[in-house]
C-alpha cells in the first residue's frame, strides 16, 4: 500500500488551503484514513480522522476550520483548512489505518505573511 499527498505550499494567514491523498494498492475497504501534522520541534498530532463510514474526529484547535473529507471510489482523502493561521505551519502526513499502518511522505504546508 502507497499513499500520495499532494497539495500544500504557503498561504498567508486567514487563507485557505486543501491537501489530498490518494491510497493504492491492496486496501481493505474498512479503514480509517486520517492527516497527522508536525511542527519543527514537536510531536506529530492528529488533525483530523475520518471512518470509511464517514465518521470524523477533529483536534480541538482544528474544529470549525479544517473539514476532512475522502472518497472511497478513489481511495482518497482531503482536507480543506480554512482560517489558516502560522500556528498551522508543520508538515501534513496522510495516514491509512487498517489491519496495519501506512504514512503518506508528508506535504510542508507554511502558513507566514
Known amino acids: 500500500v502507497q499513499l500520495q499527498a499532494s497539495g500544500g505550499g504557503l498561504v498567508q494567514p486567514g487563507g485557505s488551503l486543501g491537501i489530498s491523498c490518494v491510497a493504492s494498492?491492496?486496501?481493505?475497504?474498512?479503514?480509517?484514513m486520517g492527516w497527522y501534522r508536525q511542527a519543527p520541534g514537536k510531536q506529530r498530532e492528529s488533525v483530523a480522522t475520518?471512518?470509511?463510514?464517514?465518521?470524523?474526529n477533529y483536534l480541538d484547535s482544528v474544529k470549525g476550520r479544517f473539514i476532512i473529507s475522502r472518497d472511497n471510489t478513489k481511495n482518497a482523502v482531503y482536507l480543506q483548512m480554512n482560517s489558516l493561521k502560522p500556528e498551522d505551519t508543520a508538515v501534513y502526513y496522510c495516514n491509512l489505518e487498517t489491519r496495519n499502518t501506512y504514512w503518506g511522505q508528508g506535504t510542508l504546508v507554511t502558513v507566514s505573511s
Open positions: 494498492g491492496k486496501i481493505s475497504k474498512v479503514n480509517i
Open positions: 475520518i471512518t470509511s463510514g464517514g465518521n470524523t
